[in-house]
């Protein structure tokens, strides 16, 4: 099939504050169409071009200016023949593993602990109480730039997991982590003046590397709004 391309134009731009919408899946929630706006800022000129492609009416959205002089290319696809059975069955794999790996990472962080009752001793006597000790691994949190690899001094630095939630900031932070939390998923979210929010998921184990790089790019200008249909192939 011939590929064809496109360019994006936004005849009206909104003037709406991206900032003060309501966050919704996908984007945010303008009070002023009542429409959900469409993130394209953390998108592929790919991913655009097949999101659009899927749309039958114009899409409100948020996109970097930088990318309004690009060309989007697609081309039309021939619709593939499924094996009705084998999906079935694939599915209800996919949904059985979902429902293991939910049910162990749901499960909540306890450090166990034991408490000798000395109610019945003598007044006076000591009283006994015994804890198992917590296990830390200590990791290195670096803030850089995605573009000169410089560290950022971050106004706002989180990570969180299930049970544990560390909060700085800085280029760099020494966090101790329990290793309970081994094989579990962790979130570090940084925030720097004229730098994008990012947000990063990993899984900790015990052989990674105990230096984290998350890297900030800076931010970027917007234009919003009515982006007409795209014509299909």
């Keep these: 099939?011939?590929?064809?391309?496109?360019?994006?134009?936004?005849?009206?731009?909104?003037?709406?504050?991206?900032?003060?919408?309501?966050?919704?899946?996908?984007?945010?929630?303008?009070?002023?169409?009542?429409?959900?706006?469409?993130d394209f800022s953390g998108m592929s000129n790919y991913e655009i071009a097949s999101f659009l492609m899927q749309q039958s009416t114009g899409v409100c959205a948020r996109i970097p200016v930088s990318k309004m002089n690009d060309t989007f290319y697609y081309a039309g696809k021939k619709p593939m023949k499924f094996n009705y059975t084998l999906l079935r069955l694939s599915l209800?794999?996919?949904?059985?593993?979902?429902?293991?790996?939910?049910?162990?990472?749901?499960?909540?962080?306890?450090?166990?602990?034991?408490?000798?009752?000395?109610?019945?001793?003598i007044k006076g006597k000591k009283v006994i109480t015994t804890k198992t000790p917590i296990t830390t691994t200590v990791f290195t949190i670096k803030i850089k730039d995605a573009v000169t690899a410089k560290a950022i001094n971050a106004s706002g630095v989180e990570i969180s997991?299930?049970?544990?939630?560390?909060?700085?900031?800085?280029?760099?932070?020494?966090?101790?982590?329990?290793?309970?939390?081994?094989?579990?998923?962790?979130?570090?979210?940084?925030?720097?003046?004229?730098?994008?929010?990012?947000?990063?998921?990993?899984?900790?184990?015990?052989?990674m590397n105990k230096t984290i790089f998350v890297a900030l790019k800076e931010e970027q200008e917007y234009f919003m709004g009515l982006i007409a249909p795209v014509k299909k192939p």
């Design 1 to 38: 099939m011939k590929q064809r391309s496109f360019k994006l134009t936004i005849p009206e731009p909104c003037t709406q504050s991206w900032d003060e919408m309501e966050q919704r899946k996908g984007g945010r929630y303008c009070l002023s169409c009542s429409k959900v706006v469409t």
């Design 92 to 121: 209800a794999g996919l949904l059985t593993l979902s429902s293991v790996k939910g049910f162990s990472q749901g499960a909540p962080f306890m450090i166990p602990s034991t408490h000798i009752d000395n109610s019945g001793l």
């Design 161 to 207: 997991a299930y049970g544990f939630i560390f909060e700085g900031k800085g280029s760099e932070l020494l966090v101790s982590i329990p290793d309970s939390l081994m094989g579990e998923k962790i979130t570090i979210s940084v925030s720097a003046n004229k730098y994008e929010f990012t947000s990063k998921t990993i899984e900790l184990t015990r052989s």
